[in-house]
Nanobody, 126 residues
């Protein structure tokens, strides 16, 4: 089970980025994929999750209406579209996957996700 996160970079406040999480070595279809972020000196926090099979999603309150998680099952890839970015969105973003449900009780919990990607840096700065 391997996950590869990509798409990070430097963006100005108000800009957009789309992160990708590509899966290999397993069938992504039965999994939930989550995006997490970790800013310097802070705990890793859950941002959003998606159930790949039915597309159901859950978002942290802090990103609702700003971020959109989606998936392309044919490409075995999950995306995180991030709009109206703010300096406080600066963090290393990680994707993770496991055979769990995506809902309010899992999206934030790093311990229920067993497979993790390597992280991609997002920096929002002028």
């Amino acid at each position: 089970v391997q996950l590869q996160a990509s798409g990070g970079g430097l963006v100005q406040p108000g800009g957009s980025l789309r992160l990708s999480c590509a899966a290999s070595g397993f069938t992504l279809y039965d999994y939930t994929v989550g995006w997490f972020r970790q800013a310097p000196g802070k705990k890793r926090e859950g941002v959003a999750c998606i159930s790949v099979s039915d597309g159901s999603t859950y978002y942290a309150d802090s990103v609702k209406g700003q971020f959109t998680i989606s998936r392309d099952t044919a490409k075995k890839t999950v995306y995180l579209q991030m709009n109206s970015l703010k300096p406080e969105d600066t963090a290393v973003y990680y994707c993770a996957a496991d055979l769990i449900f995506c809902y309010s009780g899992t999206y934030y919990d790093t311990e229920v996700f067993g497979s993790w990607g390597q992280g991609t840096q997002v920096t929002v700065s002028s």
